[in-house]
């Protein structure tokens, strides 16, 4: 019996971890100011944004993107409004002909 409540117990905290470790903070239910507040002090951290959408986000000036992506500025939903935040993403040049 000893042995059985063992395995339990150690299934049980496995699945607790597993599950702590894929939370995300959701956007929509934090302010603009906790969101960008968040950002700066993890310097990156991913982000759900809504029902099925979840993104990276980077501190302005850092270097939390690979190389050649750089920091962009994209927009959230939060409970207060749209948020300015960044991204990396690669730039994109238009040369003229």
Do not use: K
């Amino acid at each position: 019996m000893p042995a059985r409540r063992i395995i339990w117990t150690a299934a049980m905290t496995l699945f607790a971890a597993t599950a702590a470790a894929y939370a995300r903070p959701d956007t929509r239910t934090m302010s603009c100011e906790q969101v960008q507040a968040l950002i700066q002090s993890h310097r990156a951290a991913v982000l759900t944004t809504g029902r099925n959408t979840y993104d990276r986000y980077v501190r302005r000036f850092g270097n939390e993107c690979d190389w050649p992506e750089v920091p962009i500025t994209a927009f959230v939903p939060t409970h207060d409004g749209q948020c300015p935040v960044h991204r990396c993403q690669e730039p994109v040049f238009d040369f003229p002909d």
